[in-house]
């Protein structure tokens, strides 16, 4: 039910309107001036505001404008019985969606209603379209370490191609992040780019969800579907977990390469498809050959180009970006005012081992968000983060304030491993 807020002098006044309003099935609140009226808005959110001019201890012009500020998205309608045209004029040019003098005549006021809470419905609607649209671009890649200012650099180089690329490194690294970017950079950024987890889909049911199924070809098979490669035609189709593939998906997936046909499960037509492959895998696929488990052949026609993204422990130096960019996209989907990361906190954060990659310094962003205050300091870092944890971080915490050029400390770091290892202690 819509709301609306009556802000009026008269009661007489707010109590007709409130009448006619009510029977109109909508949901109405009243204030006897703007003051009152300013505090409503502050607590609760109304679809359109009905507002007098001529008030006690606020008129309507000055508070016209307040609500312009505190809700500006909100429709006013202005009403006065003792204005001009040229006070009209005036209130339109501040904000106001239109003025109706007094007594107002009831069909307009009504009309004007609806107009103004049409306008209130596009404008939240053009907001979340916006939002989609803005959670579905893609994500620029975070970080200048020399690491990840190589892989910007490769994808520059091979995103205008149709060059076949295999991505590696471990879980929550960001792989998808740099196959969507290659794909966004590419010349097939205007079809679509389909992902498909493959570690994610049962080995009997991988084919169908690739290549799609003919009506009857197996028990379930109901009616036809159409599969990932063809639904990528055109565009790109990024093989995510490639390395949990079964070795029947994978001949096929072969196949597709070397002759840009597929044919779906049942089926016995040859479907031509257009399609860009990017792969990736958290596992070591040369390994997997030697113990029979992926295709070699396949291994050769995926990498064309290889991509590594390393883990976040090997590029601490883009945890101050990272911690900014997360900040900032954390705090716009809440809706709240970015916090402050002291120079202590994101000193530790730095010292985290970090197991679950960018994925983890994201999830753990949105907790400091959530559990701290206007600045996140180091105690909350401590507390919130690793609370079981916190010699360990104080020793590289210790380190960092030693080495302050990660070079200098990872030397360091294999000059004591070295000088451990020589020493028997290891063998023990």
């Known amino acids: 039910m819509a709301k609306i807020l009556i802000v009026d002098d008269e009661p007489s006044i707010r109590k007709t309107l409130r009448e006619i309003l009510e029977f109109e099935k909508f949901d109405v609140s009243e204030s006897p001036d703007g003051l009152d009226a300013l505090v409503k808005l502050k607590q609760d959110k109304y679809d359109v505001v009905i507002m007098d001019i001529k008030m006690p201890k606020m008129d309507g012009m000055e508070a016209l404008d307040r609500v312009q500020l505190l809700v500006p998205d909100t429709p006013v309608i202005m009403i006065s019985g003792h204005a001009n045209i040229d006070t009209a004029v005036d209130a339109v040019k501040k ?20 107009n103004a809470m049409d306008k209130s419905s596009l404008i939240t609607e053009t907001k979340v379209l916006k939002s989609r649209v803005s959670r579905t671009k893609t994500q620029e890649i975070i970080g200048d370490s020399k690491a990840i200012s190589g892989i910007k650099e490769t994808i520059d180089r091979v995103a205008p191609t149709d060059a076949r690329v295999l991505i590696t490194g471990g879980n929550g690294t960001g792989k998808e992040l740099v196959a969507r970017w290659m794909h966004a ?16 889909i049962p080995s009997e049911l991988i084919e169908s969800e690739l290549f799609g199924h003919e009506k009857g070809s197996f028990t379930s098979a109901h009616k036809q579907r159409i599969g990932k490669f063809e639904q990528a035609n055109g565009g790109t189709i990024f093989l995510d977990e490639i390395g949990d593939m079964s070795m029947s998906a994978q001949a096929k997936v072969l196949r ?22 990017i792969a990736a895998t958290n596992k070591d696929l040369r390994a997997e050959i030697a113990m029979g488990r992926f295709r070699e052949d396949l291994y050769h026609r995926l990498a064309v ?20 960019h997360f900040n900032a996209l954390v705090c716009g989907e809440y809706g709240v005012p970015e916090k402050q990361f002291s120079p202590e906190a994101i000193k530790t954060l730095q010292a985290v081992n970090w197991t679950g990659n960018i994925r983890e310094l994201r999830n753990v962003v949105e907790r400091l968000i959530i559990l701290s205050g206007d600045t996140v300091t180091e105690k909350e870092v401590m507390n919130y983060v690793i609370p079981s ?40």
């Open 256 to 277: 597709a390469l070397q002759e840009s046909r597929i044919t779906r499960v049942g089926g016995e037509k040859e479907i031509k498809v257009d399609v860009r492959v």
């Open 185 to 200: 950079k590419s010349g097939r950024n205007g079809a679509p780019i389909i992902e498909v987890n493959c570690a994610a």
């Open 305 to 324: 180009i290889i991509i590594h993204v390393p883990p976040l422990n090997e590029r601490r130096d883009d945890i101050p970006m990272l911690v900014t």
């Open 389 to 428: 944890s916190g010699s360990m971080v104080s020793e590289f915490k210790h380190l960092f304030d030693r080495f302050p050029n990660l070079d200098e400390l990872q030397r360091f770091i294999g000059e004591e491993y070295q000088a451990y290892k020589a020493s028997g202690v290891a063998k023990n």
């Open 95 to 114: 904000g106001a969606f239109d003025f109706i003098a007094k007594p107002p005549d009831l069909n307009r006021l009504l009309i004007t209603v609806r």
